[in-house]
């Protein structure tokens, strides 16, 4: 908990367990894997900062590994649907040139200002919230709809955390 809010909502994930191949959707759900907005970048920025993070600021450094985690949690879940939708789940996306490329440390801010990397951390957070519903638009599908919008609850929660931090650093 940080700023009187829970870091790990307590709401179950659905299973993967009856998602049918479906190629076309594993491809867009790639960016949101390991895409310059992914589950892979979020986890690599957020570890960075708690590294990175002065040890005075003990709260916000055990926040941030505590959503890398669940950032962690996301990746294994989209990857694992990527694998049960008919990919390999390596972490590459479909760039803008229809091409598959891998992911790239280089996707990632290395800003070290704490109150300039929080603000972009919301911003990314609301990234992969537009992603995650473009892709539910696309899929017409109900257990991918669930699962996405489950992640999304705790995006959401991440934005609401990051928030409440930035408020208290003014």
Same mark, same amino acid.
């Given at each position: 908990?940080?700023?009187?809010?829970?870091?790990?909502? /307590?709401? +179950?994930?659905?299973? %993967?367990?009856?998602?049918? +191949?479906?190629?076309?959707?594993?491809?867009?759900?790639?960016?949101?894997?390991?895409?310059?907005?992914?589950?892979?970048?979020?986890?690599?920025?957020?570890?960075?900062?708690? $590294?990175? #993070?002065?040890?005075? &600021?003990?709260?916000?450094?055990?926040?941030?590994?505590? %959503?890398? $985690? %669940?950032?962690?949690?996301?990746?294994?879940? @989209?990857?694992?649907?990527?694998?049960? =939708?008919? =990919? @390999?789940?390596?972490?590459? &996306?479909?760039?803008?040139? #229809?091409?598959?490329?891998?992911?790239?440390?280089? &996707?990632?801010?290395?800003? *070290?200002?704490?109150?300039? &990397?929080?603000?972009?951390?919301?911003?990314?957070?609301?990234?992969? $919230?537009?992603?995650?519903?473009?892709?539910?638009?696309?899929? /017409?599908?109900?257990?991918?709809? /669930?699962?996405?919008?489950?992640?999304?609850? /705790?995006?959401?929660?991440?934005?609401?955390?990051?928030?409440?931090? *930035?408020?208290?650093?003014?």
């Amino acid at each position: 908990m940080i700023n009187g809010i829970q870091i790990n909502l /307590d709401i +179950p994930y659905p299973s %993967i367990d009856y998602l049918k +191949p479906n190629k076309k959707i594993a491809y867009k759900l790639k960016s949101a894997y390991a895409g310059t907005i992914s589950e892979l970048s979020c986890i690599s920025k957020y570890i960075f900062q708690h $590294i990175s #993070l002065n040890d005075n &600021f003990k709260d916000i450094k055990n926040a941030l590994k505590k %959503i890398a $985690i %669940i950032e962690m949690h996301h990746l294994d879940i @989209v990857g694992n649907m990527i694998k049960k =939708l008919g =990919l @390999v789940p390596a972490y590459t &996306f479909i760039n803008k040139n #229809l091409n598959e490329s891998y992911w790239e440390s280089n &996707f990632i801010s290395y800003e *070290l200002n704490l109150p300039k &990397f929080i603000a972009e951390n919301i911003e990314d957070e609301k990234k992969a $919230i537009e992603l995650y519903k473009k892709i539910i638009r696309k899929a /017409d599908d109900e257990i991918i709809t /669930d699962i996405l919008n489950r992640i999304i609850l /705790d995006e959401e929660n991440h934005i609401k955390i990051f928030k409440s931090i *930035l408020e208290n650093l003014i």
